[in-house]
């Protein structure tokens, strides 16, 4: 029986789009001034991008450039995460950003917290930019349905013991829980690690590999889940 729900943030409550065209941009245009600003408040970060690259000597400009380049290339590093949470933060303030939520996933988790179920987020953004997000929505204030989140600190998304570390600490068993994701390797992970899986291919989105999509329940909507049905 699903007790839980854990779910994706980019391609599956919210656009691609909206990460890849508002946040990402918004804080690569951001960064350098940010960093510059508030040097004196960043020493943990910058002591983790100099661990990373195995550089103690790494200077302001120097960092600036490595996280430039790391969201060029789109890494997953922790520091960078949260240097970006930082950033939209300020953004989310300023009123500059509105978090996207498609309303078929706004419906569908008010429901599933109403019917008892306990909700979760794991995403590569670090917890304090999930929790910007769903705090500043045209729905207003969302945070109240979740009841945690999880972030590369955990672990990489692509990898069982991510999802078995995520069931832990919820206290909840593995196959009691049910995994929303676009991302089929996500869902391969999460699966080996005795979860539940959906595969949330929205046509606006279509993340998900042609070739995978068969293997998993798949639906174009939050609206199209049923938990009763046999999920992957």
């Given at each position: 029986m699903i007790s839980a729900i854990l779910t994706d943030i980019e391609g599956t409550t919210s656009s691609l789009s909206f990460v890849k065209d508002m946040l990402f941009p918004?804080?690569?245009k951001h960064l350098p001034a940010y960093v510059r600003a508030h040097e004196s408040d960043l020493a943990d970060i910058f002591n983790d991008i100099r661990s990373i690259e195995s550089d103690p000597n790494l200077g302001?400009?120097?960092?600036?450039?490595?996280?430039?380049?790391?969201?060029?290339?789109?890494?997953?590093?922790?520091?960078?995460?949260m240097l970006q949470g930082m950033i939209w933060k300020e953004g989310y303030k300023k009123g500059d950003l509105k978090g996207h939520i498609y309303e078929d996933a706004v419906k569908s988790l008010q429901r599933w917290r109403h019917e008892g179920l306990a909700l979760y987020i794991y995403s590569s953004g670090?917890?304090?930019?999930?929790?910007?997000?769903?705090?500043?929505?045209?729905?207003?204030?969302?945070?109240?349905?979740?009841s945690g989140y999880f972030d590369t600190n955990t672990g990489s998304k692509i990898e069982p013991d991510s999802y078995k570390k995520i069931a832990a600490e919820t206290g909840l068993m593995p196959g009691s829980i049910m995994f929303l994701s676009d991302n089929t390797k996500e869902l391969d992970a999460a699966n080996a690690a005795g979860f539940h899986t959906i595969l949330v291919n929205r046509p606006q989105d279509l993340n998900a590999d042609p070739g995978a999509v068969s293997a998993y329940v798949s639906v174009e909507d939050f609206y199209?889940?049923?938990?009763?049905?046999?999920a992957a």
């Amino acid at each position: 029986m699903i007790s839980a729900i854990l779910t994706d943030i980019e391609g599956t409550t919210s656009s691609l789009s909206f990460v890849k065209d508002m946040l990402f941009p918004y804080a690569r245009k951001h960064l350098p001034a940010y960093v510059r600003a508030h040097e004196s408040d960043l020493a943990d970060i910058f002591n983790d991008i100099r661990s990373i690259e195995s550089d103690p000597n790494l200077g302001v400009e120097d960092i600036i450039s490595r996280l430039l380049q790391w969201i060029d290339e789109d890494r997953k590093v922790t520091p960078l995460k949260m240097l970006q949470g930082m950033i939209w933060k300020e953004g989310y303030k300023k009123g500059d950003l509105k978090g996207h939520i498609y309303e078929d996933a706004v419906k569908s988790l008010q429901r599933w917290r109403h019917e008892g179920l306990a909700l979760y987020i794991y995403s590569s953004g670090s917890v304090e930019a999930q929790k910007l997000l769903f705090s500043h929505t045209p729905y207003g204030d969302l945070t109240p349905l979740f009841s945690g989140y999880f972030d590369t600190n955990t672990g990489s998304k692509i990898e069982p013991d991510s999802y078995k570390k995520i069931a832990a600490e919820t206290g909840l068993m593995p196959g009691s829980i049910m995994f929303l994701s676009d991302n089929t390797k996500e869902l391969d992970a999460a699966n080996a690690a005795g979860f539940h899986t959906i595969l949330v291919n929205r046509p606006q989105d279509l993340n998900a590999d042609p070739g995978a999509v068969s293997a998993y329940v798949s639906v174009e909507d939050f609206y199209s889940i049923s938990l009763k049905e046999k999920a992957a």
